[in-house]
């Protein structure tokens, strides 16, 4: 399983950016897809989650300003994030789990400046 994120970068407090995750090597459309992040010195936490049938959970502090979703037919699961705080500044990594495997990419930075 392979999972290549993009999309991140530098932006100014209140902009937009929105991530993407490819997978390879696995069946796409059953699996759940996550979206973590981990800002420096701390521990990586979920930020959103996507199930195959479409059910969503977030991280109470990205409610209303997050969106995450899923193109089967790309095998790709994005995250839209709106209103950036510099609080959301963090190395964000897309993640797979079933009872067969357990894969990450390799993530990628998002910094908001103030």
């Known amino acids: 399983v392979q999972l290549v994120e993009s999309g991140g970068g530098l932006v100014q407090a209140g902009g937009s950016l929105r991530l993407s995750c490819v997978a390879s090597?696995?069946?796409?459309?059953?699996?759940?897809m996550n979206w973590y992040r981990q800002p420096p010195g701390k521990q990586r936490d979920l930020v959103a989650a996507?199930?195959?049938?479409?059910?969503?959970n977030y991280a109470d502090s990205v409610k209303g300003r997050f969106t995450i979703s899923r193109d089967n037919t790309k095998n790709t699961v994005y995250l839209q994030m709106n209103s950036l705080k510099p609080e959301d500044t963090a190395v964000y990594y897309c993640?797979?789990?079933?009872?067969?495997?357990?894969?990450w990419g390799q993530g990628t930075q998002v910094t908001v400046s103030s």
């Open positions: 993640n797979v789990r079933s009872p067969r495997f357990d894969s």
């Open positions: 090597g696995m069946i796409f459309s059953p699996n759940a």
């Open positions: 996507i199930t195959s049938g479409g059910f969503i």
